[in-house]
């Protein structure tokens, strides 16, 4: 038996309300945002860990991690802050952030 050790990588993305491409700016994104789009979530995330490795940047109000008609995680999900300083946060803190995954495998 042997331990394998892999790096997870999971990028932050903040989601706005929808503006036509006609009306867009150029790099004008919304600046006061509290939900987070999380992308390069390991299946092995739960709702709970997510939702615990964020709280620590700010008050998270929901969780959610988007799941297959299976059950399995999608590798997605959303992380809703109370306040949009607390989502603003999460992103320059948290976003390219490193998970480090432990997986017990055998031969």
Same mark, same amino acid.
């Given at each position: 038996?042997?331990?394998m050790i892999e790096?997870?990588?999971?990028?932050? &993305?903040?989601?706005?309300?929808?503006v036509?491409?006609?009306? &867009?700016?150029?790099?004008?994104?919304?600046?006061?945002?509290?939900?987070?789009?999380?992308?390069n979530l390991d299946e092995t995330i739960t709702?709970?860990?997510l939702k615990d490795m964020?709280?620590?940047v700010g008050d998270?109000?929901?969780?959610?991690?988007?799941m297959d008609h299976e059950g399995k995680s999608?590798?997605?999900?959303?992380v809703n802050f109370k306040s949009p300083d607390d989502a603003k946060k999460a992103v320059d803190v948290m976003n390219g952030s490193?998970?480090?995954?432990?997986?017990?495998?055998s031969s």
């Open positions: 038996m042997y331990l790096q997870l990588h999971f990028y932050l &993305r903040h989601v706005c309300k929808f036509k491409k006609t009306e &867009r700016t150029a790099a004008a994104p919304c600046e006061v945002f509290t939900n987070l789009y999380v992308k709702e709970d860990g964020f709280s620590v998270v109000s929901s969780v959610a991690i988007m999608k590798h997605f999900g959303f490193v998970i480090g995954k432990l997986k017990a495998s």
